[in-house]
């Protein structure tokens, strides 16, 4: 079974619009980490945002947040106040276990902003 | 300052050659990672070292070979190259608890 599931391969969002990126997630392990990483077309991976398995408020960084709901095993990625720039490959991540473990990544969602 | 340098950026060569990625990290991270993405952009990690220590090896053909000669290097050789090899090969460090993984900005292996 898929441990990270990003089930939109491609997402259109108009320039200034808001946009949500879907990530489901699947362990059994108490503690994990999901990340949610930026890929433009240069290549580089680009950390966004991290959100712990214990923390109790839903974490944010400037124009991204992260909506998610434990229960439903969700950690969707909202993008506000959409630009150019933010047209990119999306990859959501998790990190099972309190250590330094790999980085088990979904599939991924190429996001285009239209202007 | 780059947080994780990998070289070469571009390597283009025939089936058959060996070939070497090299990585630094001047975060002062104790763990470092092998990750490979295919053409469909699928990213998933090969190697893991933990203060040059072999953590996780996953699956990996053992024509691939990485080195840590210490923590701050983690090197990957790349023996008999096969068409299949082709990749984007990333390197990425971390420290433990809630850090990110920094990754380098990838190594595009071509073979020819």
């Known amino acids: 079974a898929q441990k990270i599931t990003q089930t939109q391969p491609g997402m259109f969002v108009q320039e200034k619009e808001a946009v949500t990126l879907d990530c489901t997630y699947d362990?059994?392990?108490?503690?994990?980490?999901l990340f949610w990483y930026k890929q433009p077309s240069s290549g580089e991976m680009i950390f966004l945002i991290y959100?712990?398995?214990?923390?109790?408020q839903n974490a944010t960084e400037g124009r991204y947040s992260l909506n998610f709901q434990k229960a439903r095993k969700s950690a969707n990625l909202v993008i506000s106040a959409s630009q150019l720039g933010d047209s990119a490959m999306y990859f959501c991540a998790m990190r099972e276990g309190p250590g330094n473990t790999p980085l088990v990544f979904g599939k991924g969602t190429r996001l285009s902003v239209i202007a | 300052d780059t947080a994780v340098s990998q070289t070469p950026k571009y390597l283009v060569t025939q089936m058959g050659n060996d070939k070497s990625i090299k990585c630094e990290q001047n975060l002062g991270h104790d763990t470092m990672y092998w990750y490979k993405q295919d053409s469909k952009k699928f990213l998933k990690i090969m190697f893991s070292?933990?203060?040059?220590?072999?953590?996780i090896n996953e699956t990996v053909p053992n024509r691939f070979s990485p080195k840590s000669p210490d923590k701050a290097h983690l090197n990957l050789h790349i023996n008999s190259l096969e068409l299949g090899d082709s990749a984007v090969y990333f390197c990425?460090?971390?420290?433990?608890?809630?850090?990110?993984?920094?990754f380098g900005d990838g190594t595009r292996l071509s073979i020819l």
């Open positions: 070292y933990n203060n040059k220590e072999l953590i």
């Open positions: 959100q712990g398995s214990y923390d109790q």
């Open positions: 990425a460090s971390s420290q433990i608890g809630a850090q990110p993984q920094h």
């Open positions: 362990t059994s392990d108490p503690s994990y980490g």
